[in-house]
């Protein structure tokens, strides 16, 4: 349902010639008169988290915005939307959950918009958003940690010991929402970190939908989004629904996590 209400808003209007999303196999080209000039193809998640529906747990959708590279007036191929994510143009994520909360960047900053239901507005509400440079939440799904790389088993051993200089144990935070965790994580400092394991071997977040997005608002935001060896937005898309590993928060939570990796992989 909220894939059909977002194609068919996207549609209506004349900005949009494509829409990639995980709810679709393929890509979906717009070639109606109106579109003839339209520059932009939308890659989107509708619903993430949508399995916590029933559960009335928080969720939102992710979108990311590219200039088309075919030319305007032509039908849109595949290579328009496996374009790395430094070629976005735009990038945002709703939440919804006790408010309503758009957050998004055009390269220039994250602002966060809060709806006011009252009078159908988003409101500026968190203007230039900044994470922080470190944090005390680590949010990972420990219930598949016996499939995990050994250098992320061990950095989660490390957010678990007690340190007091370093403010350890870290509290654990896991929604199972990407961008309630990541939304939370944003605001208050900490590290997201979803990695390759047995049942995941390449990851189980999408690069399209999910991680370009979210890397491209946790940078402008002063974060840091890999997937455990090279920046998210470097990355080359090979196919729409390819998978990668992703780590993502604060800048020093993240190359912590980096070194663990580093560590245990040269064993």
Aim: with cysteine; glycine share 10%.
């Amino acid at each position: 349902m909220a894939n059909d209400t977002f194609m068919r808003a996207l549609r209506s209007m004349g900005q949009v010639c494509g829409v990639g999303s995980e709810e679709e196999e393929h890509y979906i080209s717009f070639d109606d008169d109106i579109h003839s000039d339209a520059k932009y193809v939308v890659l989107m998640d509708p619903l993430d988290g949508s399995s916590n529906i029933d559960v009335n747990v928080s969720v939102g959708t992710i979108f990311s915005i590219y200039r088309r590279i075919t030319p305007t007036g032509s039908p849109v191929t595949l290579e328009d939307f496996l374009q790395p994510g430094d070629a976005q143009v735009a990038a945002g994520y709703v939440v919804y959950g006790s408010s309503t909360m758009l957050v998004y960047t055009t390269g220039n900053g994250v602002n966060g918009f809060t709806l006011d239901p009252s009078i159908g507005v988003f409101c500026l509400s968190h203007r230039d958003m900044q994470i922080p440079k470190s944090g005390n939440i680590y949010s990972v799904n420990e219930g598949n940690y016996v499939h995990f790389p050994q250098g992320v088993k061990e950095y989660i051993k490390y957010c678990q010991q007690y340190d007091e200089a370093t403010g350890r144990p870290y509290t654990s935070r896991y929604i199972g929402s990407l961008v309630s965790d990541f939304h939370r994580n944003l605001i208050k400092g900490g590290v997201y970190l979803y990695p390759t394991g047995t049942m995941a071997p390449n990851g189980k977040l999408r690069l399209l939908y999910e991680c370009n997005p979210l890397a491209f608002i946790v940078e402008q935001a002063g974060g840091t989004a890999t997937n455990g060896k090279q920046r998210i937005l470097e990355l080359q898309p090979s196919e729409l629904h390819e998978r990668v590993p992703f780590f993502i928060g604060s800048p020093e939570m993240v190359d912590m996590a980096h070194a663990f990796l580093r560590r245990y992989e040269e064993k």
